[in-house]
């Protein structure tokens, strides 16, 4: 094992079904490549009982490997991983959902980018190289075309995907980030990657496929798209 630790964040909010297999995957896949990991499940009083189930995978894996960070409400996901940077010991974060839309596949590729480059930040796109969208109906992905469409232009950020979440990040860069960071909700992806650049930090991209998720449902909803579009004009002012 190398000298780095990688440090999961991931948030939950009724993710009871899913939570199983993502950590399974997770685990599995540190162990097989001999990387220190932890995972930080950090949920917000999920009513469908999440907690149980990550208290469960938690007896199971090891209170090393697998830690919980219980919210007292649904607070939203750029305050989750605010929240979960605070408690995590690793040298490198990844930030990634539970609802196995990101496979723990492409972590290993994310680190060999980052050993190859020296890079700050990995951020895994589906507007490249081989990366794409599976499952999602044309609302869907109109809005997430839409979004990125809009931030590239505004913005001029030159990364392909702004607003997925999927990416590893030094511990140093992200909690510099974080101090710029206004948003707690969705538009927190796009405003993070963008602060990076503005503050010099060098970005690389490794495509990914993101595949709907099975069980449960999205929690993008209008008011997120609001929120979005209100975060985007605000840095376009003020970056
Ligand atoms: N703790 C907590 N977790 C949350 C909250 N809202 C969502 N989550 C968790 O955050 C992850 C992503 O939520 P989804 O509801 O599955 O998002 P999505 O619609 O699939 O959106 C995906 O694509 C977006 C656009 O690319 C991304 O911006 C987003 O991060 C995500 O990858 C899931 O693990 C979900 O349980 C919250 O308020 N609190
Ligand atoms: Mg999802």
Not at 1 to 8: F, I, L, T
Not at 48 to 65: I, N, P, S, W
Not at 74 to 89: H, I, Q
Not at 196 to 213: H, M, N, S, W
Request: one cysteine or more.
């Amino acid at each position: 094992m190398g000298p780095n630790k990688y440090s999961v964040i991931m948030p939950t909010y009724n993710e009871r079904e899913n939570l199983p297999l993502i950590i399974w995957l997770l685990q599995d896949t540190f162990t097989q490549h001999n990387i220190d990991f932890e995972i930080l499940i950090v949920d917000d009083s999920s009513p469908d009982g999440t907690l149980d189930v990550a208290r469960k995978l938690q007896q199971l894996y090891g209170e090393d490997a697998i830690r919980i960070h219980s919210r007292p409400g649904k607070l939203g996901l750029g305050s989750a991983y605010m929240d979960g940077l605070e408690r995590v010991s690793g040298t490198h974060i990844i930030l990634m959902d539970a609802d196995l839309s990101h496979h723990p596949k492409f972590i290993p590729q994310f680190i060999a980018a980052q050993a190859a480059s020296g890079c700050d930040v990995v951020t895994g796109t589906r507007y490249r190289g081989g990366g794409g969208v599976s499952g999602w109906d044309l609302r869907r992905k109109l809005t997430s075309r839409g979004a990125n469409f809009l931030a590239s232009e505004l913005l001029r950020p030159g990364v392909s995907d702004l607003t997925g979440s999927f990416r590893l990040y030094r511990k140093e860069v992200l909690q510099d980030v974080m101090r710029h960071v206004k948003s707690k909700g969705y538009v927190f992806q796009m405003e993070v990657i963008v602060r990076c650049k503005c503050l010099g930090y060098t970005v690389a991209e490794v495509p990914i496929t993101f595949v709907d998720r099975i069980y449960g449902v999205s929690k993008l909803g209008a008011m997120e798209i609001v929120s979005y579009l209100k975060g985007l004009l605000w840095l376009f002012f003020n970056t």
